[in-house]
């Protein structure tokens, strides 16, 4: 009896159709679950040009390093502003993407994934911005150095003609760095300005340090200047005795 009620359900043509409308639904829906699995795993794949697909850096710790090495080897805040501005735009593409996708009648978690792709993004910038943070402190240390060694052989007494000679070299050095020193401490602020941007946190001190250059700087100058004045009557001294002697 049981054998005689199936038989004439699997010969009708409605529910032979609707078979194959389930079987086509199916095949679709996995078909859009590939699909979705691969937006998140195409970039995992290996390849041969890191800049082809940034996202792919996020990855590969070989091309982790490789931007490492960039940032080491030209250390320069265009660099810095370029990596940060790339991999802050993934991360608000990875927190913006939504964490279930819906493949006909299968929803499709990637909450996981999500998180994994924003925590390595994060990783990213934070190295990037620790990199960043240490040139900043590193380069201010010298400018900051080389202010100093200028305050202090601008104190020295010159009793000679060679030593007046040196001074007056020092101090027209002094005027002839000043374009170029404005454009170091102005670099500096604009490296720190692109840490914050990135979410960076960077040292109040190493802040102030930055701001305090171009001050210490500027006071350096009009103090040369003021000095190079001054001492207009001893060159004028030193040129009648030399005139003496010949």
């Known amino acids: 009896g049981s054998v005689q009620s199936i038989l004439p359900l699997t010969n009708n043509t409605a529910i032979k159709l609707i078979t194959v409308e389930i079987s086509e639904i199916k095949k679709l829906a996995f078909s859009r679950l590939e699909k979705y699995k691969s937006i998140w795993e195409e970039d995992k794949g290996d390849y041969q040009d890191m800049y082809s697909n940034f996202k792919r850096i996020i990855w590969n710790p070989k091309n982790k ?6 940032l080491e080897k030209n250390p320069t805040t265009s660099n810095f502003e370029f990596f940060i501005k790339y991999f802050n735009g993934f991360l608000k593409d990875f927190e ?3 964490p279930e996708m819906n493949a006909s009648f299968i929803l499709v978690d990637f909450t996981n994934v999500k998180h994994a792709y924003i925590n390595q993004c994060r990783e990213t910038l934070n190295r990037i911005s620790s990199f960043a943070i240490r040139i900043v402190e590193k380069r201010s240390n010298e400018i900051h150095r080389e202010i100093e060694g200028f305050n202090q052989r601008i104190n020295m007494d010159c009793k000679t003609l ?3 000679k040196s001074y007056l070299n020092m101090l027209t050095q002094i005027r002839d760095l000043t374009m170029e020193y404005e454009f170091k401490i102005k670099d500096l602020e604009e490296m720190i300005r692109i840490i914050r941007k990135s979410g960076g946190g960077i040292a109040p001190e190493i802040q102030q340090k930055v701001g305090q250059l171009l001050l210490d700087w500027v006071s350096l100058l009009e103090h040369s200047s003021a000095i190079e004045l001054s001492l207009k009557t001893k060159k004028e001294l030193f040129a009648e005795q030399t005139k003496e002697q010949v």
């Open 96 to 98: 913006s993407q939504a």
């Open 162 to 164: 060679e030593e007046l």
């Open 65 to 70: 390093f490789k931007i490492d090495k960039i």
